[in-house]
């Protein structure tokens, strides 16, 4: 073997025609007349990229996004796991918050009905979020956005994740309804509420202590915090809220809990 000079590499030159380049071979003039040019080429060729590299017009500051608003009841509700989302993500959210009156008005919600079919909503609800121009309803929708634009990987990583996700948000939501029937109902009755503590919140429990013991912890579907993990997160501090004490029986629920609490964005928030 000997070196090609035309690809400043070795190659066969068994034949007549260089086996890399597919060239003819240089003669012995031509090799040497190639080690000079080639040599003192080299240090003008590599000054020049370096200086094209390092002298790239700047480019110009991306201005800082805009803060998302966000439009709901005043009240924890539906909005609760978006604002911690946001949190999480470091995204700036203005409130956009409507009132409903009291008991002697009979809870009179006017200030939201008085706008919801002028502000541009395809689907008029609350809550509802305007991001950049988009502008979106329902909340599990919210949830997805804001984790597309945050970090997919908060959707689960594989179709088997994602799926679970999916179930747990739906199961999430069974639970909800659960508690604001007895909430907005009859909550001030003894029997009623008794039932809710004894029997319908663990009930609901104890399925998502089975599930998360068999992923492992610490979030919902293991190692991984998912949007799951917001959405549960909301409605286990309500059933303690709500039964006080009734996560102590519920070891992987009280560690998802905390490793919930210990993610830095949320602490502050």
């Given at each position: 073997s000997s070196v090609c000079f035309r690809r400043f590499s070795w190659c066969k030159t068994s034949r007549q025609r260089c086996a890399r380049c597919r060239q003819p071979e240089l003669s012995q003039p031509q090799r040497q007349m190639s080690r000079v040019s080639g040599a003192a080429v080299a240090p003008v060729v590599a000054f020049f990229s370096y200086w094209g590299m390092s002298h790239k017009p700047a480019e110009a500051p991306r201005p800082p996004p805009k803060p998302v608003k966000l439009g709901y009841w005043q009240i924890r509700g539906l909005v609760e796991p978006i604002r911690t989302l946001c949190a999480y993500g470091h995204i700036e959210v203005q409130p956009?918050?409507?009132?409903?009156?009291?008991?002697?008005?009979?809870?009179?919600?006017?200030?939201?009905?008085?706008?919801?079919?002028?502000?541009?909503?395809?689907?008029?609800?609350?809550?509802?979020?305007?991001?950049?121009?988009?502008?979106?309803?329902?909340?599990?929708?919210?949830?997805?956005?804001?984790?597309?634009?945050?970090?997919?990987?908060?959707?689960?990583t594989t179709d088997e994740e994602q799926a679970k996700v999916d179930m747990l948000l739906g199961v999430s939501m069974d639970f909800r309804m659960t508690l604001v029937r007895v909430a907005y109902r009859n909550y001030h009755d003894d029997a009623v509420r008794a039932e809710l503590q004894q029997q319908r919140i663990p009930s609901f429990l104890a399925k998502f202590e089975r599930f998360a013991a068999l992923h492992g912890g610490p979030h919902i579907l293991g190692s991984r915090l998912t949007i799951a993990d917001f959405v549960l997160y909301d409605l286990l501090d309500v059933s303690e809220r709500m039964a006080p004490g009734v996560l102590s029986q519920y070891p992987s629920l009280k560690r998802l809990c905390l490793a919930f609490e210990d993610q830095e964005a949320i602490r502050t928030f």
């Amino acid at each position: 073997s000997s070196v090609c000079f035309r690809r400043f590499s070795w190659c066969k030159t068994s034949r007549q025609r260089c086996a890399r380049c597919r060239q003819p071979e240089l003669s012995q003039p031509q090799r040497q007349m190639s080690r000079v040019s080639g040599a003192a080429v080299a240090p003008v060729v590599a000054f020049f990229s370096y200086w094209g590299m390092s002298h790239k017009p700047a480019e110009a500051p991306r201005p800082p996004p805009k803060p998302v608003k966000l439009g709901y009841w005043q009240i924890r509700g539906l909005v609760e796991p978006i604002r911690t989302l946001c949190a999480y993500g470091h995204i700036e959210v203005q409130p956009i918050v409507y009132q409903q009156g009291d008991r002697s008005v009979n809870f009179d919600k006017s200030m939201w009905y008085n706008v919801k079919n002028h502000i541009g909503l395809d689907f008029p609800n609350l809550p509802y979020l305007f991001d950049n121009g988009l502008k979106l309803t329902q909340s599990d929708a919210i949830l997805r956005h804001l984790c597309r634009r945050i970090d997919e990987k908060l959707l689960g990583t594989t179709d088997e994740e994602q799926a679970k996700v999916d179930m747990l948000l739906g199961v999430s939501m069974d639970f909800r309804m659960t508690l604001v029937r007895v909430a907005y109902r009859n909550y001030h009755d003894d029997a009623v509420r008794a039932e809710l503590q004894q029997q319908r919140i663990p009930s609901f429990l104890a399925k998502f202590e089975r599930f998360a013991a068999l992923h492992g912890g610490p979030h919902i579907l293991g190692s991984r915090l998912t949007i799951a993990d917001f959405v549960l997160y909301d409605l286990l501090d309500v059933s303690e809220r709500m039964a006080p004490g009734v996560l102590s029986q519920y070891p992987s629920l009280k560690r998802l809990c905390l490793a919930f609490e210990d993610q830095e964005a949320i602490r502050t928030f």
